[in-house]
């Protein structure tokens, strides 16, 4: 059989070997992936997936990275990046059309410019429009999947395309249960006015800047919040704000967090805090902490 790599070359799908996958994340950590692929349009990512599951190989599908730990070891074979995917962002009346790889602040403009109401509370996510559909992204109340009129994805059994409309689409807090490769989003909003929406998302951004750390590298909050509880309360009410391990510390701003402190953090360290902060978590109230991010 072919060398994989060989086949990506004939098709001319763009890749890297042992990369570093840090820089491609908002932790900025994590070791080296076998193979970092860059499919260009639908039909590359269609025979790269092809090709992923006559090799057998694990993979693991790559937004903007900023709600992912990757380990120094990391054990996907193949990262499927969407980034140099073809782009597109258009609306016609209050439908938006978005490719997967568009980030959020991006549409945010888009609605702004257009005049379209209603995701302000995403204004400040740093995720693309199809991580924020697969972990259904929210703040403040709003989440991302309850804006979708449908969805296109790549079937990771058939490798065919498919639309889910509306009534096939199932969410609830940050999850959704849509499984595939998300290429393209359609969002329904209201029709807003430039003003309000320029006024909304700069006071949702102001309230994340004074309860969220700024400028450090993290994934975000750590943990799910509960019916009944928010994690990143307990965590505060256990003293644990600062806590350090390594070079992973929790936030003194928001104990939800982890942070990158410094250059000597390693993907473990994180790893052993999240463990630690379960524990002691699940020894004082009795809960299971879940956690958000996705460990690789
Ligand atoms: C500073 C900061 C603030 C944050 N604030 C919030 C917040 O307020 N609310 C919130 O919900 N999250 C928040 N996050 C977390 C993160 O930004 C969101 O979860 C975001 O939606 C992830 O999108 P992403 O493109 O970065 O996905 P990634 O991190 O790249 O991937 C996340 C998951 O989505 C999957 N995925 C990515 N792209 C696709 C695709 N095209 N098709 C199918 N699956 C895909 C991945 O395989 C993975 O399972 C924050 C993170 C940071 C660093």
Redesign the pocket.
């Known amino acids: 059989m072919k060398r994989f790599f060989s086949l990506l070359r004939e098709n001319n799908i763009n890749f890297l070997k042992k990369e570093e996958i840090a820089p491609y ?3 900025k950590l994590g070791g080296k992936v076998d193979y970092l692929v860059f499919p260009n349009d639908f039909k590359q990512l269609q025979i790269l997936m092809k090709l992923i599951k006559k090799y057998n190989f694990s993979y ?9 730990l990757f380990s120094s070891k990391p054990k996907a074979k193949v990262v499927i990046a ?1 980034q140099d995917m073809q782009s597109f962002l258009y609306a016609q009346e209050n439908k938006v059309f978005a490719s ?2 568009i ?2 602040f991006e549409l945010n403009k888009f609605l702004k410019d257009n005049e379209l109401a209603g995701f302000e509370f995403s204004f ?16 403040f109340d709003g ?2 999947c309850e804006h979708l009129n449908s969805v296109t ?1 790549l079937n990771l059994n058939t490798c065919e395309f498919e639309h889910l409309s509306k009534k096939d689409i199932k969410y609830s807090y ?1 999850e959704s249960n ?1 499984s ?4 393209e989003a359609v969002f329904e909003f209201n029709k807003g006015n430039f003003e309000e929406i320029s006024k909304l998302q700069n006071q949702y951004f102001e309230r ?1 800047r004074k309860t ?2 700024y400028g450090v590298y ?4 750590v943990f799910k919040r509960g019916e009944n509880y928010i994690p990143a309360k307990l965590i505060d009410e256990l003293g644990l704000k600062g806590y350090t391990i390594g070079g992973a510390q929790i936030s003194q701003k928001n104990a939800g967090i982890i942070i990158k402190k410094d250059n000597t953090c390693l993907p473990e360290d994180v790893i052993n805090l999240i463990k630690f902060v379960k524990k002691q978590v699940k020894s004082t109230y009795k809960i299971d902490l879940k956690e ?3 460990i690789i």
Do not use: D, H, Y
């Not at 400040?124 to 703040?139: E, H, L």
């Not at 595939?180 to 290429?183: A, T, V």
């Open positions: 994340t908002s932790f693991f599908i790559l937004g903007n990275g900023s709600n992912v969407m997967a790889n980030n959020l400040g996510i740093p995720g693309s429009v199809g991580g924020s559909i697969k972990g259904n992204a929210g703040a989440c991302v994805l940050r849509i595939g490769i998300i290429i994340r969220q750390p993290s994934a975000g909050s958000e991010i996705n």
